[in-house]
């Protein structure tokens, strides 16, 4: 069985050198690693089994290599510059920060809806309805994305003194068409008039500041009218209902005023969107864009952000590989000459500024990408019988799939799920995710996803492309561009821009996906059945002793005045219980749960019962990493059964040196060989080599398998070979 929980990852990596948190001297940095020995060998085969894959066994493919740092042009047209973001909402009660997607979606339906239809009904009244309905549509259903573009989009525009521009009357009898706030005075309630109607001579009547309860019984009894019943359709926003009198009115005016900036967070706290896990409403903030992008500047750059010449040296560290790909592909396709269709790969740094990573490496703020750009002929100029983007799209679906198979995934834990619609970035037709079963909380969760990208991202860099495909496209004509990114179609003597499928995986979400499926725990010997009983008397304590907690625990009315959690004691006696009745079979699954449940109303039984189910543990399981030989970070290791013996230490030397020409071979003689082996096992070394007193005799030696743990003799003269063949290193 693969590893049960991600902290069993985060353990052993710790503990042999495969990830260690990065900047660890001083505290760490939010979510970079650092990879180990071993992690470095790791991610190396990863990488290799990847290119490897793509272009020494197609012929199809080239490689790149290309610079993180790309002109800034390049993310303004690629769209990441403005649409690379996620969109996020804190909660003022909490302090806590959520994407507002996630937020939305462990919302109820019905407040969904009602949400939905409250932004529709404000747009409308903003008269904001056709800009909305061109940019993100109108749907007649409930649509989580759409309310949350809505929220983040028009928030802002949402503000009810919107319909001041409607003109008004100066407190001294002129008609104004604008009125300038300025919410110092008391209470806010003071309004400047700033800008006039034409004709206005500001040296007879100049600007002056008035209570605004005096401008609005300034104003015609109809106008007031209008504005109560503009107000009536604003109650979040205005935090109360109004009335048709001056000083209600004028403090809807103020209120509204002064919550313009806020409008989408207000409406959230009117509807009480819930904080998730709870059944709390929150107190939220505006939502708001944050783009994911790591800025820097080219040069000695000392100006404010936002000024001509910051933007001139501005350069983002990329966030994804492919667009050097695109920015390369007139030069490959030129100084290969290629013709469609063929790819190209790279793989590399990727840098987002995630605003939830987590999960040990899953999601990190620096990762690396292995991607490749797969260019095909348009729907438009297909021959019969060539190849379809859709069914491009299908093939390489199935063919990375295989990939990750190949490589020791189980089918019943690596999954194909196609994007709803909703979740397509702005370049994609159509993007199936590969997915594998994490253990633990983390689930189902992408570790590659493939992309239909059309001929999105060649036409966004092109300087000449026909105003039918920008149309299509939804972009705007590229001036900055010195080229097109075309290709000549002998065949069809013409001249277009291709399409693209795009599978794009994660180098370093993939090592994680291997070392979860890698994981066991094998008992390898029976526990002595004395110590098992005992250890089954002693948890039977434990769950009693966390009965009389959890019953102290009940007593307090007051959930928040509560030291210990009842809830979380009854899951933890649940499964304490049910582990037991399955012992000795469940030693490390209760080993991890004793880990899990390490909070404070446990820690007094956990700290007694864990060192006894460690030292059992110790003594009958064996931490084994069955990695596919490719991968392993180590492929042989080789001991003398004695280190005292110097003709022994002498021939497992050499060995070791001879096996170093065509893998990573190590020689150690630093404990016992049932400890070798063990060590040996947890990093996943496939094959061990035993030098022994035999050998000396009939030139032979010990060949152990890591997953079957059988052992072999093979001559001298054979073991390169024979080593090879079980590596698959042919
Ligand atoms: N060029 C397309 C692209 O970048 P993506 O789905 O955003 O698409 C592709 O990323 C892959 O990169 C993901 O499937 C994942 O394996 C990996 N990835 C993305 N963000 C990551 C992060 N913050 N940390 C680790 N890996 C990440």
């Given at each position: 069985m693969?590893?049960?929980?991600?902290?069993?990852?985060?353990?052993l990596?710790?503990?042999?050198?495969?990830?260690?948190?990065?900047?660890?001297a001083?505290?760490?940095?939010?979510?970079f690693w650092?990879?180990?020995?071993?992690?470095?060998?790791?991610?190396?085969?990863?990488?290799?089994?990847?290119?490897?894959?793509?272009?020494?066994?197609?012929?199809?493919?080239?490689?790149?290599?290309?610079?993180?740092?790309?002109?800034?042009?390049?993310?303004?047209?690629s769209?990441?510059?403005?649409?690379?973001?996620?969109?996020?909402?804190?909660?003022?009660?909490?302090?806590?920060?959520y994407?507002?997607d996630?937020?939305?979606?462990?919302?109820?339906?019905q407040l969904?809806k009602?949400?939905?239809?409250?932004?529709?009904?404000?747009?409308?009244?903003?008269?904001?309805?056709?800009?909305?309905?061109?940019?993100?549509?109108?749907?007649?259903?409930?649509?989580l994305n759409w309310?949350?573009?809505?929220?983040?989009?028009?928030?802002h525009?949402?503000?009810p003194?919107?319909?001041?521009?409607?003109?008004y009357?100066?407190?001294?009898?002129?008609?104004?068409n604008?009125?300038?706030f300025?919410?110092?005075?008391?209470?806010?309630?003071?309004?400047?008039f700033?800008?006039?109607?034409?004709?206005?001579d500001?040296?007879k009547?100049?600007?002056?500041?008035?209570?605004?309860?005096?401008?609005?019984?300034?104003?015609s009894?109809?106008?007031?009218?209008k504005?109560?019943?503009?107000f009536s359709?604003?109650p979040?926003?205005?935090?109360?209902r109004?009335s048709?009198?001056?000083?209600?009115?004028?403090?809807?005016?103020?209120?509204?005023?002064?919550?313009r900036?806020?409008?989408?967070?207000?409406?959230?706290?009117?509807?009480?969107?819930?904080?998730?896990?709870?059944?709390?409403?929150g107190d939220?903030?505006?939502?708001r864009?944050?783009?994911l992008?790591?800025?820097?500047?080219?040069?000695?750059v000392?100006a404010?952000p936002?000024?001509?010449?910051e933007?001139?040296?501005?350069?983002?560290?990329?966030?994804?590989?492919?667009?050097?790909?695109?920015m390369?592909?007139?030069?490959?396709?030129?100084?290969?000459?290629?013709?469609?269709p063929?790819g190209?790969?790279q793989?590399g740094k990727?840098?987002?500024?995630?605003?939830?990573p987590?999960?040990?490496?899953?999601r990190?703020?620096?990762?690396?990408?292995?991607?490749?750009?797969?260019?095909?002929?348009?729907?438009?100029?297909l021959?019969?019988?060539?190849?379809?983007d859709?069914?491009?799209h299908?093939?390489?679906?199935?063919?990375?799939?295989?990939?990750?198979?190949?490589?020791?995934?189980d089918?019943?834990?690596l999954?194909?799920?196609?994007?709803?619609?909703?979740?397509?970035?702005?370049?994609?037709k159509?993007?199936t995710?590969?997915e594998?079963?994490?253990?633990?909380?983390?689930?189902?969760?992408?570790v590659?996803?493939?992309?239909?990208?059309t001929?999105?991202?060649?036409?966004?860099?092109?300087?000449?492309?026909?105003?039918?495909?920008?149309?299509r496209?939804?972009?705007?004509?590229n001036?900055?561009s010195?080229t097109?990114?075309?290709?000549?179609?002998?065949e069809?003597?013409?001249?277009?821009?291709?399409?693209?499928?795009?599978?794009?995986?994660?180098?370093t979400?993939?090592?994680?996906?291997?070392?979860?499926?890698?994981?066991?725990?094998?008992?390898v010997?029976?526990p002595?059945?004395?110590?098992?009983?005992?250890l089954?008397t002693e948890?039977?304590?434990?769950?009693?002793?966390?009965?009389k907690?959890?019953?102290?625990?009940?007593?307090?009315?007051?959930?928040?005045?509560?030291?210990?959690d009842?809830?979380?004691?009854?899951a933890?006696?649940?499964a304490?219980?049910?582990?037991?009745?399955?012992?000795?079979?469940?030693?490390m699954?209760?080993?991890?749960?004793?880990?899990?449940?390490?909070?404070?109303?446990?820690?007094?039984?956990v700290?007694?019962?864990?060192?006894?189910v460690?030292?059992?543990?110790?003594?009958?399981?064996?931490?084994?990493l069955?990695?596919?030989?490719?991968?392993?970070?180590?492929?042989?290791?080789?001991?003398?059964?004695a280190?005292?013996?110097?003709e022994?230490?002498?021939?497992a030397?050499?060995?070791?040196?001879?096996?170093r020409?065509?893998?990573?071979?190590?020689?150690?003689?630093?404990a016992?060989?049932?400890?070798?082996?063990?060590?040996?096992?947890?990093?996943?070394?496939?094959?061990?080599?035993?030098?022994?007193?035999?050998t000396?005799?009939d030139?032979?030696v010990?060949v152990?398998?890591?997953?079957?743990?059988d052992?072999?003799?093979?001559?001298?003269?054979?073991?390169?070979?024979e080593?090879r063949?079980?590596?698959?290193?042919?």
């Amino acid at each position: 069985m693969p590893a049960r929980s991600l902290d069993q990852i985060v353990s052993l990596s710790k503990r042999r050198g495969f990830v260690f948190p990065g900047s660890a001297a001083y505290g760490g940095l939010g979510s970079f690693w650092d990879y180990g020995p071993l992690g470095a060998e790791l991610m190396r085969n990863v990488k290799d089994a990847w290119w490897k894959a793509m272009t020494w066994e197609r012929d199809d493919i080239e490689g790149v290599d290309c610079a993180i740092l790309m002109n800034r042009k390049v993310w303004q047209h690629s769209g990441h510059e403005a649409t690379f973001s996620d969109p996020l909402v804190d909660n003022k009660k909490t302090k806590k920060r959520y994407r507002l997607d996630h937020l939305l979606a462990a919302q109820s339906p019905q407040l969904l809806k009602e949400l939905q239809a409250m932004l529709q009904r404000l747009l409308n009244a903003a008269t904001l309805r056709e800009s909305a309905q061109a940019s993100i549509g109108w749907p007649d259903t409930v649509d989580l994305n759409w309310i949350m573009t809505g929220l983040v989009e028009y928030g802002h525009f949402l503000e009810p003194t919107a319909v001041l521009s409607m003109g008004y009357r100066h407190p001294e009898g002129h008609e104004f068409n604008m009125m300038h706030f300025k919410p110092t005075g008391k209470d806010g309630l003071r309004v400047e008039f700033a800008v006039a109607r034409s004709g206005y001579d500001q040296t007879k009547t100049p600007l002056g500041e008035y209570d605004i309860v005096d401008v609005v019984r300034a104003q015609s009894p109809e106008w007031r009218e209008k504005w109560y019943r503009h107000f009536s359709e604003y109650p979040p926003l205005i935090a109360g209902r109004p009335s048709s009198k001056p000083e209600d009115l004028a403090l809807c005016i103020a209120t509204a005023y002064r919550n313009r900036w806020h409008a989408a967070g207000l409406l959230m706290t009117h509807f009480c969107v819930t904080e998730p896990g709870t059944n709390e409403a929150g107190d939220w903030s505006q939502p708001r864009r944050f783009n994911l992008m790591f800025q820097s500047h080219v040069g000695p750059v000392e100006a404010a952000p936002g000024t001509e010449e910051e933007l001139a040296s501005r350069v983002y560290l990329r966030p994804e590989t492919a667009q050097g790909i695109f920015m390369n592909f007139k030069n490959v396709l030129d100084s290969s000459r290629r013709k469609l269709p063929f790819g190209i790969a790279q793989i590399g740094k990727a840098f987002r500024n995630e605003i939830t990573p987590g999960n040990f490496t899953f999601r990190t703020r620096e990762f690396e990408q292995m991607e490749l750009e797969f260019f095909i002929k348009p729907p438009q100029f297909l021959r019969e019988g060539e190849k379809t983007d859709e069914q491009w799209h299908a093939e390489w679906v199935d063919a990375r799939y295989r990939w990750w198979i190949s490589l020791g995934i189980d089918t019943s834990r690596l999954r194909k799920r196609a994007q709803d619609k909703s979740e397509l970035a702005h370049y994609a037709k159509a993007t199936t995710d590969l997915e594998y079963l994490f253990p633990g909380s983390l689930g189902w969760g992408e570790v590659e996803g493939v992309a239909n990208r059309t001929d999105f991202d060649l036409s966004a860099h092109s300087r000449e492309v026909p105003e039918a495909d920008l149309k299509r496209l939804k972009l705007e004509a590229n001036k900055d561009s010195v080229t097109t990114l075309d290709y000549f179609d002998t065949e069809a003597k013409a001249r277009y821009i291709p399409w693209v499928i795009e599978p794009s995986a994660g180098a370093t979400r993939a090592a994680l996906t291997f070392l979860c499926e890698a994981y066991h725990e094998e008992m390898v010997k029976e526990p002595p059945q004395a110590e098992i009983e005992a250890l089954k008397t002693e948890i039977d304590a434990v769950i009693k002793n966390a009965d009389k907690k959890k019953k102290d625990a009940e007593k307090e009315k007051d959930p928040a005045q509560r030291k210990h959690d009842p809830v979380a004691i009854s899951a933890f006696q649940a499964a304490l219980a049910e582990a037991a009745s399955r012992l000795p079979a469940s030693l490390m699954e209760i080993d991890t749960m004793l880990e899990d449940h390490a909070g404070a109303q446990n820690l007094e039984p956990v700290k007694k019962l864990k060192p006894k189910v460690n030292k059992l543990a110790e003594d009958c399981v064996r931490v084994v990493l069955k990695l596919h030989p490719k991968l392993a970070p180590v492929k042989v290791a080789v001991f003398p059964l004695a280190r005292n013996k110097p003709e022994l230490v002498d021939i497992a030397q050499r060995v070791s040196r001879e096996l170093r020409h065509f893998c990573k071979a190590i020689y150690d003689d630093s404990a016992g060989i049932g400890k070798l082996y063990r060590r040996q096992d947890e990093i996943g070394t496939p094959l061990c080599v035993t030098v022994d007193h035999q050998t000396l005799e009939d030139n032979m030696v010990t060949v152990r398998d890591r997953d079957t743990m059988d052992q072999v003799r093979i001559s001298l003269e054979q073991l390169p070979h024979e080593i090879r063949r079980r590596l698959q290193l042919h």
